[in-house]
């Protein structure tokens, strides 16, 4: 898990047509109770999980100054060269449905349709 700044997101998303993997980013207010909870309690089997398939990057909003900040904490968002936009869900599932959905967007990467995948 990698804590960047906002401005370094922007130089990520400038080259995500080149990277294989899916470039996740995690909007998160440091005050957010769910967000502590989820990494601590779930961070470790989330990171095993993802590891083979996505750059996970944290941006702790209450140190940036972003244009649109997020509405909710956490706000993930997910992009891939192969996805036709980014993928942006509010809030974070338990890890046994995040990982259901991030299967999903594995698919996706891989070369499945969107309409196959989502069903």
Do not use: A, W
């Not at 998303?13 to 957010?32: A, D, G, M, P, Y």
């Not at 956490?74 to 060269?81: I, M, N, Q, S, V």
Request: charge should be neutral; glycine fraction near 2%; charged fraction near 25%.
């Amino acid at each position: 898990m990698n804590y960047i700044t906002y401005e370094n997101s922007l130089d990520i998303l400038k080259n995500v047509s080149k990277e294989e993997k899916i470039q996740f980013f995690v909007l998160r207010i440091k005050s957010c109770p769910f967000c502590d909870d989820c990494f601590k309690n779930n961070g470790k089997e989330l990171l095993n999980f993802i590891q083979n398939d996505f750059d996970l990057y944290v941006i702790n909003c209450d140190n940036e100054n972003i244009p649109f900040p997020p509405p909710s904490s956490p706000t993930l968002y997910f992009y891939h060269k192969n996805f036709k936009q980014p993928f942006i869900r509010q809030g974070m599932l338990p890890v046994f449905e995040m990982t259901k959905e991030l299967e999903k967007f594995i698919k996706i990467k891989n070369g499945e349709s969107y309409e196959s995948v989502f069903k």
